[in-house]
């Protein structure tokens, strides 16, 4: 094949698999991170730590391409959407089809390295993944499935770790799912006036002018649920300075979604790495110390 053709494909698919945006990766792995420090009192074992990061690569590129795949008739218009590789007809979506597979295939070969009970969250875990997609068809809640989905990873990380999934770490769950339904709905909150004109279901247009105010809600909730989980587990003071300073920043998200303008929405959804960031420096400081 022509050395040309090849470089393009390749760039193409990374694109597809949003390799060029690390933030999706960013906000998942912070999660799993947490729970293999709580699993691990702060020493997780090499190998389940390379191959839950590793994963969690793997699957947000999945993702991202059946994602792309599933909305292929509705990305070319919605104007942040419409030059993505197959919306913009870069990519076919049977080749999209046959990279989900590749990369589904890898990430579920790398966990079989772990034991049983891992290998088969990891089962459900793709189901969630491949099937997220289509949820924006049938329910108005897209967000909290992802939520759900992106979760997942906790239970995963707790298997892989020790073997077992303590309450600790369904508190965890619970924690990620419901950051994933508010980081998510700022993102929709981007989409939302092209997402009501092609027929899309988002939270942010279910919850409405109420959006926001669900959301800190949501956002204390989600802070109350880092504070019982430093209390479960007995954690100290640069523990509770992380969950301070993404309290901090969750004040500092509803005030750039305030007006509800596009690019601060985005932006936002983009600092909620810095939140899962500061929860994990924490527990790395506390653990450590």
């Known amino acids: 094949m022509d050395k040309a053709y090849l470089l393009d494909r390749a760039q193409q698919y990374c694109l597809l698999a949003r390799f060029d945006k690390p933030i999706g990766i960013l906000i998942i792995l912070w999660p799993a991170l947490w729970a293999l420090w709580v699993a691990s009192d702060g020493k997780p074992d090499l190998l389940v730590l390379t191959v839950i990061c590793s994963g969690v690569v ?89 939520g759900i989905a992106f979760g997942w990873a906790i239970p995963m990380s707790f298997a892989a770790q020790i073997n077992t999934i303590p309450i600790v770490a369904w508190v965890m769950f619970l924690t990620v799912a419901l950051w994933a339904l508010v980081y998510d709905t700022m993102y929709a909150m981007v989409d939302k006036e092209d997402d009501l004109k092609i027929g899309v279901k988002s939270t942010a247009i279910l919850f409405g002018d109420k959006e926001r105010e669900i959301m800190a809600v949501l956002q204390l909730i989600i802070i109350g649920l880092l504070i019982t989980i430093g209390q479960m587990q007995d954690l100290g003071f640069a523990y509770y300075l992380g969950v301070a300073t993404a309290a901090g920043l969750s004040v500092y998200q ?36």
């Open 58 to 146: 793997l699957t947000r590129a999945a993702g991202c391409v059946i994602n792309d795949y599933a909305d292929r008739d509705f990305d070319p218009h919605v104007e942040r959407t419409k030059q993505r590789p197959i919306a913009a007809g870069k990519v076919s979506p049977k080749e999209a089809l046959k990279l989900f597979a590749v990369l589904i295939a890898i990430a579920f070969a790398s966990v079989f390295l772990l034991n049983v009970m891992t290998i088969l969250l990891s089962l459900i875990g793709a189901f969630l993944i491949a099937s997220y997609p289509f949820m924006k068809r049938y329910t108005h809640l897209p967000q909290a499935y992802l």
């Open 254 to 289: 509803q005030k750039l979604i305030f007006h509800r303008e596009k690019a601060l929405c985005f932006k936002a959804f983009l600092n909620s790495n810095y939140f899962g960031m500061s929860v994990f420096i924490g527990l790395v400081i506390d653990y450590l110390f």
